[in-house]
């Protein structure tokens, strides 16, 4: 519509400025929110599009970004009070590359504490009484609540998925490596991915068509050829796509009402879906995970550690105890599970499945705000690098948000949303029988009211 | 000369074996060598060639192969009791890559117990009371006593370097991830290279120009345009080259004797040579060194030390035990270190030097075989993975050889050859005043006697 001239940029960001007028009070999204600076950017985009230049696939587009992500023109502080009034003198990769393709950097989201379990100040959009979930708390509260039509995170065991699903929003962790890392907050080399929020598929691939690069200085980066994600997305699949339903080792913890909520799903999905069992237990990944993660935040973080520990949480302080305690022999075991867990994995895809059907969370936003939630239910994907995708399509009996997260083989993120659009096209034309808790368009309709459309 | 059918590969190949029976019983390079099946392979060579077929570029030359390098028709034993009789089912990568180029697997080299320290049963070919070094102990006394023109080694700290060095040969460590490493004994990913020994510039830059390859078995191989390293080492410098005169901060240990030796080598070099100082000292080096390699060498020897640690040689068990108690903390930050280091030393090349000159070791070849020598003079070339030569030029004051460690940037492998080939023309061809102790031609013409020719 900004292409076209239907709207303008700055007619767009100041929707979005209204609708932060009106809920960021209740909602606090916001890490930092200059509504002067996101305007002068919308002025410009302006000028620039009626100045006949071609314009990006983004152009005016305002994208909120976890204030883990380095901006060159706001401050970055990390979600800690060590590095408040932070200003980093350079862009990350993904803000050049956002701003590369027009987008309005609209402001920095709220993360928990350097990205770990110590929550900032954001509530559930649904339910201020609930957590929004994090570590990518404002970037999944400010989608979901329409202040914004998309938002960076980022994902080092379950920072995106799991607020994606407690908030009813779609959060996408891309492949590891795919979108580079340079200029974000580092916690784990290896565990560490960035994540998207949108509040369409359209838009999650138009946005990792944009932000899926090679960068050197991300040393898991690589060049690869260009792809389509908008139009592989946009595809009919060839055929039906087949799902794996993967109950997990800590089936048992989730939720009865989010238990009932999958079973209805599974069974609406009829003779395409299986049940399947892995091999690897959630509890042995668990552990990989915090040998891997526990050593790689403890080196990341020891700057902190080492000048400013007191200003840590005690829950922050533990985790890098614990983790300069790992062994390296043990570190090293741990990532010698990823390729052989990969390889596990990838010959299901390669078998029979399109995409694992799991989970995301062990049921709706817990209540309180002093946790954001178990990410264990995401650990295994995060370890193994593979796409993962919280699609907003249920709701718990409480009336929160309930999502359902599908895993793709790894470099086949296109392919993934195409099997994530088939789903939802699947549930919401359905007749016969639309299971009970399965949402048929997202919910929190009052909240959807005064969303600016992408 | 087989190419020109001059000689065939089947008389090379015998000229190598009347060698091996000479001097094999004193030198004891081999831990496997079936005369019968290096001849078999030999005939196989004369017979394609006579067929018309386009040849490799080591159509018929023998290669001695370090026994940790796979081979599928040979056991690969490790140095190890616990490998006795091993037979691996496939060619490790740069097997492949020989066998491709049309060269004869004359055999494997004895090396040391899992290319660590404790020693093999070979001597030095210039003096059985003298260690050849290690860990290529058998590749470098296998091509000083001219039983094979070529043999392949590896490195992890200084085990081409300085066998090289001690043995009076070639021996070349190019950059790391060049030539792939699959199929070969992993003691650590981050230290291990493929080693190299010829008796000629010319012979070294023919058999990386025939390994450096990409195979992504190894995480650390990338794809590359193909080099000519044979052209780039035969060509003249297009100026004369400048040599970065390093000491490191373990001279104090190096023998007076050497240190004479390289007093003189500098002062013949004249203003082509300047002392610098690096900001590591060679100590912080080695505890990098040690954390990493320690860790790296538990976790990869990790069945053997749970299966039959008391078949382990008591040094090689406590360094396990050491390298299992390494904190992944530690291990991370020695590894953090190598880019640094790396950056430093990239700096000094792009400034103002072609290479680096510095001992190979502390001095010649030990007395005793109960050690292989010390290789810490070694451990930063191979940390920060650029390439290192070591080139016989000079010998010490009992007559055993000494080597000059060459130096270079990383992917300059061919630019180092020719640094090196500059080195020895201009001291070859130096009439006015000979450096006392630096050798015309390689020592031990008694052995160079009944050498063939590759």
Redesign the interface.
Known sequence: MIREGVITSVELVEACLARVREVEAQVQAWAFLDPEHALAQARAADEFRLSGQPIGPLHGVPVGLKDIIDTADMPTENGSVLHAGRTPSRDASVVSLLRGAGAVMMGKTVTTEFATRTPGKTRNPHNPAHTPGGSSSGSAAAVAAGMVPLALGSQTTGSTIRPASYCGVYGFKPTHGLIPRHGMFQLSRTLDHVGLFARTIEDLALLLGELAAHDERDPDSRPRARVSYGAIAAAEPPLPPMFAFVKTSLWDRVDRDAREAFGELVESLGDRIEEIELVASTDEVLEWQL?IG???I??NL?REWDKGRDKLSAALRSRIEQ???????????AL?RIPELNAGLVELFEQRYDAILTPPAFGTAPKGLESTGDPALCALWTLCGMPALSVPLMQGANGLPLGVQLVGAPHRDGQLLRTARWLVAHLSTRSDRPPLKTRSTLAAARLARARPQA
Chains 1, 2 share one sequence.
């Open positions: 040998a526990g050593a790689e403890a080196i020891r983790g300069r305690e790992v062994r390296a022999v043990d570190y090293l075991r010698g």
